[in-house]
């Protein structure tokens, strides 16, 4: 029996709470970087940020966008894994679609990560050994995401995580449809690889 819906609706915000946090644009604040609102794709995730040329600002964004949604999932979990699900789909919704930023965030794929990690870690592996294996053979940052974000659901399936599994597909959905202009430029060639500025 599903839990009631008062319970339901605290998990999902506490990890929409918690996932909103925009970490991208607080780091670059506090640092005296460029809002990363301004260049680049616009957005607050860890590929904009090393856009400002800050390596050091960039990783502590992906961490800190990753953990968030780890930390919502593992706090949550304490209550139930269903709990632990809906904080973890909050802590994604969070991230692309902060209340604090007009709802405009970023693309999800280090929250993505967070959650798998918090949810099925083994799976968060097949994550980053995709992205790793993509990224270094293709040099597009969007293109690893894209095919670890496909990677992940399936690896839970797998695991014989079908709750995980079904949470992560629609995340998958989700990320890919944050991802079209990643895609239109992948299919015309004119998508930014790792390392270029642009």
């Known amino acids: 029996m599903f839990p009631d819906l008062p319970s339901n609706l605290a998990a999902l915000g506490f990890g929409y709470l918690l996932g909103s946090i925009p970490f991208g644009l607080v780091l670059t604040k506090?640092?005296?970087?460029?809002d990363p609102r301004t260049i680049g794709s616009q957005n607050i995730g860890a590929t904009n940020v090393l856009r400002t040329?800050?390596?050091k600002l960039a990783a502590a964004t992906l961490l800190f966008d990753a953990l968030k949604g780890t930390?919502?999932?593992?706090?949550?979990?304490?209550?139930?894994?269903?709990?632990?699900?809906?904080?973890?789909?909050?802590?994604?919704?969070g991230h692309l679609y902060p209340v604090w930023l007009r709802f405009k965030g970023g693309k999800g794929v280090a929250t993505f990560l967070g959650v798998a990690l918090g949810l099925v870690?083994?799976?968060?592996?097949?994550?980053?050994?995709?992205?790793?294996g993509v990224a270094y053979t293709?040099?597009?940052?969007?293109?690893?995401?894209?095919?670890?974000a496909v990677a992940t659901p399936a690896a839970m399936f797998a695991m014989g995580r079908g709750d995980a599994g079904e949470l992560f597909v629609a995340l998958a959905v989700i990320l890919w449809l944050k991802h079209r202009a990643n895609i239109e430029r992948l299919m015309a060639g004119t998508e930014g690889k790792i390392g270029n500025s642009a």
């Open 71 to 93: 930390l919502a999932v593992l706090v949550a979990a304490q209550f139930g894994a269903y709990y632990a699900i809906l904080a973890g789909l909050g802590a994604f919704l």
């Open 121 to 132: 870690w083994p799976a968060a592996l097949v994550f980053a050994i995709v992205w790793l």
């Open 53 to 55: 040329g800050n390596k």
């Open 30 to 34: 506090v640092f005296g970087e460029v």
């Open 138 to 148: 293709t040099r597009y940052s969007s293109a690893a995401a894209l095919a670890a």
